[in-house]
């Protein structure tokens, strides 16, 4: 499981220093292109970063859970935001101005250097996914990014030791993947067959990590 890049102490820092929201499954927690006014601290829920092309595919560029930030690097550096955050299921969180949040990195240089350590694993990650990009073919992408998914936000399963569910449906793992519907059909179809994923709505099950991970391993 990925390690997280904050303690409980900084993140009760985020937390007192703004105020307790809600949001509903499918609503916008901040919108592409809109002023860097605030940071979003999440505290349940799950919400995916995408970015919609002029052609009108959506590419969800990441999902992001309990304990991440949403919008702190448009409040660092003071640009519009680049994608839009929507919650995957009911989502609660504390929304902290702009400002705030500024002054308090400021403050508090651990806060500060867990916030770069957080920003500098995602360009990671990035750099990774587009070098998957034109390293392996759709279903080996499909595979990996899943995986990812499941060993950062993943809810154990009661009754299958080491399984993780993941809810996330079939367009958003497209989109995350950078290939098409069909070709995720046609990967889960393949991975249910050898028995590492089996497909509910709006959920997918990881039986076993370990194995997709060497699956995905091309």
Not at 63 to 75: A, N, W, Y
Not at 136 to 147: C, E, H, K, T
Not at 161 to 175: D, F, I, S, T
Not at 206 to 215: I, N, Q, S, Y
């Amino acid at each position: 499981m990925p390690q997280h890049p904050f303690t409980n102490v900084e993140l009760m820092l985020v937390h007192h220093a703004g105020r307790e929201r809600t949001w509903d499954r499918g609503e916008t927690l901040l919108p592409e292109g809109s002023l860097p006014d605030e940071v979003i601290l999440v505290e349940t829920g799950l919400v995916k970063v995408a970015r919609q092309a002029p052609n009108g595919y959506t590419s969800v560029l990441a999902v992001r859970g309990p304990g991440d930030l949403l919008g702190e690097l448009s409040c660092l550096d003071g640009r519009p935001r680049s994608a839009t955050a929507v919650a995957m299921r009911p989502v609660t969180g504390v929304s902290v101005p702009a400002g705030r949040f500024l002054r308090l990195l400021e403050e508090h240089g651990a806060l500060a250097l867990a916030v770069l350590r957080s920003v500098a694993a995602r360009l990671r990650d990035s750099d990774r996914l587009r070098a998957d990009q034109g390293a392996y073919g759709s279903g080996i992408r499909v595979a990996r990014v899943l995986l990812d998914m499941a060993l950062a936000h993943g809810v154990p399963v009661a009754d299958r030791p080491g399984a993780l569910a993941v809810v996330v449906n079939q367009h958003e793992l497209a989109g995350a993947a950078g290939t098409s519907r069909e070709s995720v059909v046609r990967t889960l179809r393949v991975l249910q067959q050898d028995e590492l994923v089996l497909v509910a709505r709006g959920r997918l099950l990881v039986t076993d990590p370990e194995r997709l991970a060497r699956w995905g391993a091309g």
